[in-house]
């Protein structure tokens, strides 16, 4: 039978209130033994329930003297963990202001020490009493994780997470001080194969969720950045070789022009050669640069030219289908628009197709 002295559970908190002293009670009547207390730099009228909560023998408490943000608060916390508790399997993270049940905490510790997976737990938002910000803000993060990240996640922006011991060293080294740093620790299961399972637990709004420090705009923005840092490296990385394409075309055209290479011969030839060129460099900073893939060079190359051709007839009949559909004769800006939303959609596609085969990252069994 797994014995919760073997987990540690990590409550992050600034400026609580009675919430936080109900919190540990709760945790240790459920059996919790260990749990490390982080204030974050809270204001002084805050600190006696921290000193009240450090009364209990069950509790560590740990201080930043200014607010450094929920990333830091539970790095200083994994930091401290992996120095001082050597036998422990893992940590589970939760918030101290009630929202998340003991039980449910359990649950995903429970379900982490069987499975030595990172444990998610996470809310359902169709319940009727789940107030209207939260439940869109996360369904729709939820639903950009899953469109520029190709990653399936319930609740991104759950803070209870059961951490084995062996993935804590990897998640406490990247980035991210502030809200943004659970993002981060999503993003890096993907970067770094580390399987996560999810635990459904009781959708809990205490007040609306007033106690919650989260600053809509300023973290929201964060959050999303790092979201999209895929897609806008993918977008750089399509532009310059673009333009690489587009040069070498130009200048191979003024090289290479002769009475034997003229018309359609020569701009066939400085076209197929500026494309092998630009192609290839655009592989290397795909997988170097935008999706930091461990793949064998030869089969991602051999994935990615296998998308590629394809898609470039795909283009000229889909552009040519529309130009006919359309009745389209000679009209070179609507010829022009139609040619530009094939590429955008194209554009999408490639990257979604990129990201999710020729590049995709293997998991962890």
């Known amino acids: 039978m797994p014995n919760l002295s073997d987990i540690s559970v990590v409550l992050p908190s600034l400026d609580p209130?009675?919430?936080?002293?109900?919190?540990?009670?709760?945790?240790?009547?459920?059996?919790?033994?260990?749990?490390i207390l982080i204030n974050d730099g809270s204001k002084p009228e805050k600190l006696h329930y921290f000193e009240e909560a450090a009364r209990h023998p069950e509790v560590h408490l740990l201080h930043h003297e200014v607010n450094r943000g929920k990333g830091a608060a539970l790095k200083t916390a994994f930091s401290w963990f992996l120095q001082n508790r050597p036998d422990a399997l893992g940590v589970v993270t939760a918030d101290g202001d009630g929202q998340h049940h003991p039980a449910d905490i359990k649950a995903c510790a429970l379900h982490m020490m069987e499975t030595d997976r990172l444990v998610l737990g996470v809310r359902d938002f169709d319940q009727p009493d789940v107030p209207f910000k939260s439940r869109n803000g996360n369904k729709i993060t939820s639903f950009v994780f899953k469109a520029f990240v190709g990653m399936t996640i319930s609740d991104t922006q759950t803070g209870l997470r059961a951490i084995p011991r062996k993935d804590l060293p990897t998640l406490s080294a990247i980035a991210g001080d502030r809200f943004e740093y659970e993002t981060n620790m999503l993003l890096a299961t993907k970067e770094y194969g580390i399987a996560f399972d999810e635990v459904t637990i009781q959708t809990v709004y205490i007040e609306e969720n007033q106690s919650s420090h989260f600053r809509a705009v300023r973290d929201s923005w964060r959050i999303y950045k790092l979201i999209f840092a895929h897609f806008f490296r993918y977008a750089a990385s399509s532009l310059l070789s673009a333009c690489v394409d587009w040069t070498l075309y130009v200048l191979l055209c003024a090289v290479l022009h002769t009475d034997f290479f003229d018309g359609i011969a020569l701009t066939s030839l400085c076209a197929l050669c500026a494309r092998a060129v630009s192609s290839l460099l655009n592989f290397y900073m795909n997988q170097k640069f935008v999706f930091h893939s461990g793949e064998n060079v030869w089969k991602a190359m051999l994935k990615y030219y296998a998308l590629a051709l394809p898609q470039l007839l795909v283009q000229i009949l889909l552009t040519e289908g529309v130009y006919m559909l359309l009745g389209i004769e000679y009209a070179p800006l609507l010829r022009g628009l139609v040619y530009g939303l094939v590429m955008v959609v194209l554009f999408i596609a490639s990257f979604l197709i990129q990201q999710r085969w020729v590049f995709a990252k293997k998991k962890e069994n």
């Open 17 to 35: 209130d009675t919430k936080l002293i109900g919190v540990i009670d709760g945790l240790i009547e459920y059996g919790f033994t260990d749990i």
